[in-house]
Antibody, heavy 119, light 110 residues
């Protein structure tokens, strides 16, 4: 079945950047957008943006306005892996970050990556 | 505060019928299909309903979805204890050019 496997937990200091990976398998990587969603402790789901793995050399992207200028979504097609990098971290960025295929007929989610921002 | 409005909580007893609503506008639910996700404690969300009212294989038929105008609903036709979870609606918004999630509804089985 479709699998999205994310990298492990991260602890970062305020002002640093974090890069989370999402390795996919059991489907055609370039056929589905990869979305990134985060969930702060005890809170709901928040959409961060999508990356189109099939769009040019760098891949097409659409970022939520809130994260514009701070988030970068990329991919390495050769290893079927998507990446999400978030910069200038603050304590408010402490959350579980998910990669996912969304709003389709067979959505699938990664297991989540906990990013903790603490001095 | 989410653009898609869900009640923060809902509850029912085993076997009872329960409904969760998701209210939006013409630019989102009014013009795009809705998916529903179930999130059990400590786990990633899982697709429960797609295209407003379709169930993926493996999802029991006691779960059903509907959409009317700018609102959508998720119904449980015979609540079970294992249904205790958080539920989120989601859709695309044509004006914001963004995916929207509802704020989530915590379902408690009494």
């Amino acid at each position: 079945q479709v699998q999205l496997v994310q990298s492990g937990p991260e602890v970062k200091k305020p002002g640093a950047s974090v890069k989370v990976s999402c390795k996919t398998s059991q489907y055609t990587f370039t056929a589905y957008y990869i979305h990134w969603v985060r969930q702060a402790p005890g809170q709901g789901l928040e959409w961060m943006g999508w990356m189109n793995p099939n769009s040019g050399d760098s891949g097409g992207t659409k970022y939520a306005q809130k994260f514009q200028g701070r988030v970068t979504m990329t991919r390495d097609t050769s290893i079927r892996t998507a990446y999400m990098e978030l910069s200038r971290l603050t304590s408010h960025d402490t959350a579980v970050y998910y990669c996912a295929r969304l709003l389709g007929t067979d959505d699938s989610w990664g297991q989540g990556t906990l990013v903790t921002v603490s001095s | 505060q989410s653009v898609l409005t869900q009640p923060p909580s809902a509850s029912g007893t085993p076997g009872q019928r329960v409904t969760i609503s998701c209210s939006g506008s013409s630019s989102n639910i009014g013009s795009n299909t809705v998916n529903w996700y179930q999130q059990l404690p400590g786990t990633a969300p899982k697709l429960l309903i797609y295209n407003n009212n379709r169930r993926p294989s493996g999802v029991p038929d006691r779960f059903s979805g509907s959409r009317s105008g700018t609102s959508a609903s998720l119904a449980f036709s015979g609540l079970q204890s294992e249904d205790e979870a958080d539920y989120y609606c989601a859709t695309w918004d044509d004006s914001l050019n963004a995916v929207l999630f509802g704020g989530g509804t915590k379902l408690t089985v009494l």
